[in-house]
Nanobody
Framework: QVHLVESGGGLVQPGGSLRLSCTASGSIIRLSTMEWHRQAPGKPRELVARLFRDGSSTLTNSVKGRFSVATDNAQRTLWLQMNSLKPEDTAVYFC??????WGQGTQVTVSS
């Protein structure tokens, strides 16, 4: 039973953009505080963005001004728009619901 599925990762040059998607089963997004996390090789998983049920959001300092988080109108997909990407953004990106669900992750590689 799959609840969260990420997509949209890939290889991009520094300064480029990607949009990650997290497709959710049922009403998970509507009922959750949703998060994007990332984990780089050899580093702990870190919280990147959080979207609350009231529509407000927070971003970790290292991505402020470059990343944004949102959902579609139907609240079935969570997005992470990533602009001005840097090599240090390279990681596996995961979406998470505070109901206890994790996606399988999608790889983002920023390299020339």
């Amino acid at each position: 039973q799959v609840h969260l599925v990420e997509s949209g990762g890939g290889l991009v040059q520094p300064g480029g953009s990607l949009r990650l998607s997290c497709t959710a089963s049922g009403s998970i997004i509507r009922l959750s505080t949703m998060e994007w996390h990332r984990q780089a090789p050899g580093k702990p998983r870190e919280l990147v963005a959080r979207l609350f049920r009231d529509g407000s959001s927070t971003l970790t300092n290292s991505v402020k001004g470059r990343f944004s988080v949102a959902t579609d109108n139907a609240q079935r997909t969570l997005w992470l728009q990533m602009n001005s990407l840097k090599p240090e953004d390279t990681a596996v990106y995961f979406c998470h619901s505070d109901l206890g669900f994790w996606g399988q992750g999608t790889q983002v590689t920023v390299s020339s």
